[in-house]
């Protein structure tokens, strides 16, 4: 690994360049998710950012600095289905074309709105094909510029806006975060809220949550080596499918976040579900695993404050709708 | 009508009492909403608030000036459902029994949730009985307090500070709203606003949004004297529903505001499917009527600002995903 790695000050300048691009989105409180889980919960409502999820930050940080007088063959990007979303919208609103890698079997609304931003949409199969040697094979054919989903220095920064946001969020409000959970897949958005409430809410211990059976950055933080997931697919998190940690994201998340949580797809849609009843907010499966490891009493939230990020809301109506006929109502009033 | 009529300050000092107890909704824009219609949209996002609806800011604001040691019999309501969530809600933190009076066909969710704050629930035929004899009896034979939905000088002040906020949100943003839709029933929360701006943005014409065949508020604006409703019952909006205006809301409304807008259940049935899938946001159908107004082009919105106000998000699970197997996605992306 010899790229170099994000810093505050480049979250710093993240945020000057999204501003007024991305959303400034709600840190919310629930009275009721509050009383039931003894401690006060913070949701950064991240699927009410552009393109429904965090994404955009980091593909508009990167994109929006390309010339486009220079990168007329505009970008390539492999994506389980929101950092596609987020890459087709900053590059539209560069005028520049997009083509986007996605798995077969991503939900269709991904892929529907990916194209809905101009977006040329590739699809592969998750478990026999590489998506970076075809987005690669791509990206040279067509000399456009790759944007990967996290192992990249804009893309870390960008996604690093958010801490910021959340860390100014909770000052405002004379609040300082216990713990912050977040979502996990490549470990990019971790990276960059690790690094920003490093330095602006040091006393906060940052976690990251992934679905059990793809918790290799919970193990690798353990072990201190970057682990590999035994399977490709089989979790409704589709967001959180990769395979392994990013070798920059845990060069800047090892030593610096805490133990990772793994919550079953049982929690997860039991979350979804309680989103749904409770909080108002459409949260998609992969978005939810904060919030499940919060319910699910994963983690001891009693007498303290909890960060949790819902970090995207696209999810296929048929799949919702399953979870809200299917999935019990728990502890809901 | 003898009643007194609240004023700007009567809502300044229900701000001063919700403090810290209501949520302070976020006013949010959506890039894709403002695209598919040509104009910049604010949605006052009251799903959000305490209860899953703005009932809590008016009950609060009523029911937190009673003494606890005088009102021991605690307090009566009658409600389609949202108010008796804030009413059972709002009794509950002051220690105070609640019975609320509301009609069999109500949610099932409405139902529960207003239980699980601790109310007693009682039901009554919405087409045979009437809901203000029943709740009126109740309360004369208990000793306690009869909280109406809107016809009530704080019930009005408390919903109007909901206006407080927008005002002060589209300030902060240096917006000026040329449109402000209320989702309307018995016309509390539009006296609210429409008062609130009155004062703080008065270049804003308010106007409400009802149902086809609910809009007995458009039309007795029109005619200049209260109309009724042919029927009771026979639209999805559950939480719009009330036969006719208040005589108080309908005296402080009158020369106040815009013409009204009525929606088709088909057109709220779309904006209940768009804000799941572009907004992400859990709205009721009667919350969502001010959307539906936007988005099948009733109100031109074009290079205008237009704030409209997701009152709600109390559906029940099967109704929402019904809706979201149904109703036809439109524009959306």
Chains 1, 2 share one sequence.
């Not at 999204?18 to 401690?39: F, M, S």
């Not at 997009?98 to 699809?123: C, F, H, Q």
């Not at 793809?214 to 933080?221: A, E, H, K, P, V």
């Not at 799949?319 to 809200?324: G, K, P, T």
Request: with cysteine; net charge neutral.
């Amino acid at each position: 690994m010899t790229d170099k790695l994000p810093t505050y000050k480049d979250i710093e300048q993240a945020a000057l360049r999204i501003r007024g691009r991305a959303i400034l989105t709600p840190l919310l409180e629930n009275v009721q998710l509050n009383q039931q889980v003894g401690g006060r919960v913070f949701i950064k409502a991240e699927c009410l950012q552009r393109t429904g999820s965090f994404k955009f930050r980091g593909a508009w940080n990167c994109i929006s600095q390309l010339d486009p007088q220079i990168n007329k063959a505009g970008v390539v990007a492999y994506s389980s289905g929101n950092h596609a979303q987020g890459v087709a919208a900053a590059a539209q609103l560069m005028g520049l074309p997009a083509l986007i890698v996605m798995p077969e079997d991503t939900p269709e609304i991904k892929k529907a709105n990916t194209k809905s931003y101009g977006a040329e949409v590739v699809t592969y199969d998750r478990a026999r094909e590489s998506r970076e040697e075809i987005a690669n094979h791509q990206a040279q054919r067509r000399g456009a510029v790759l944007v990967p989903p996290f192992e990249h220095f804009d893309i870390i920064a960008g996604q690093g806006t958010c801490g910021l946001e959340i860390a100014a969020q909770t000052t405002a409000q004379g609040i300082v975060l216990d713990h912050m959970l977040v979502n996990c897949s490549g470990g990019g958005l971790l990276a960059g809220i690790a690094l920003a409430l490093s330095e602006n809410s040091p006393a906060t211990r940052v976690h990251p949550v992934e679905p059990q059976g793809f918790d290799d950055y919970g193990r690798s933080l353990k072990s201190g080596k970057r682990e590999k997931n035994e399977k490709s697919s089989g979790s409704i998190c589709d967001a959180l499918l990769t395979p392994a940690p990013g070798e920059m994201t845990f060069a800047m998340n090892k030593g610096r976040v805490g133990d990772g949580y793994a919550v079953s797809d049982a929690e997860t849609e039991q979350a979804v579900r309680y989103a749904f009843d409770v909080l108002k907010l459409v949260i998609e499966p992969g978005g939810a695993v904060g919030l499940a490891a919060v319910l699910s009493g994963k983690i001891d939230v009693r007498c303290k404050c909890i960060g949790i990020i819902a970090s995207g809301g696209n999810v296929d109506p048929a799949s919702f709708a399953r979870i809200l006929v299917e999935a019990p109502q728990e502890g809901s009033k």
